[in-house]
């Protein structure tokens, strides 16, 4: 089983960027997808943004679209969620997973997370 470590978290200012990292242990397939997904306190786990492993293939949550980027290196095996022009709603514990599709029940390997606090 793939093992994933994310870092990069902390608190920010409203307007301010951050670059989170999930470090893999490799042996990721070309075919699976790697995603971030984040959950507010009382909120449900949320998709934010996958990637492809093989292809590059990106997808966002609509909350994101062009203010984060995903992307990794496969040398690396590690994967990268960069956000700019935070918002205090982007407050939240970041998950770095391992599956296919948008939904947290396709996704099978989870990394413990990284908090991201967005003061306004």
């Known amino acids: 089983q793939v093992q994933l470590v994310e870092s990069g978290g902390g608190l920010v200012q409203a307007g301010d960027s951050l670059t989170l990292s999930c470090a893999t242990s490799?042996?990721?397939?070309?075919?699976?997808?790697m995603a971030w997904f984040r959950q507010a306190p009382e909120q449900e786990r949320e998709f934010v943004a996958s990637?492809?492993?093989?292809?590059?293939?990106?997808i966002y949550a609509d909350s994101v679209k062009d203010r984060f980027t995903i992307s990794r290196d496969a040398y690396k095996n590690t994967v990268y969620l960069q956000m700019i022009s935070l918002k205090p709603e982007d407050t939240a514990l970041y998950y770095c997973?391992?599956?296919?599709?948008?939904?947290?029940?396709?996704?099978?390997?989870w990394g413990r997370g990284t908090q991201v606090t967005v003061s306004s």
């Open positions: 490799g042996g990721i397939f070309p075919w699976s997808t």
């Open positions: 997973a391992e599956g296919s599709g948008r939904t947290v029940k396709e996704y099978i390997n």
């Open positions: 990637i492809r492993w093989g292809a590059g293939t990106t």
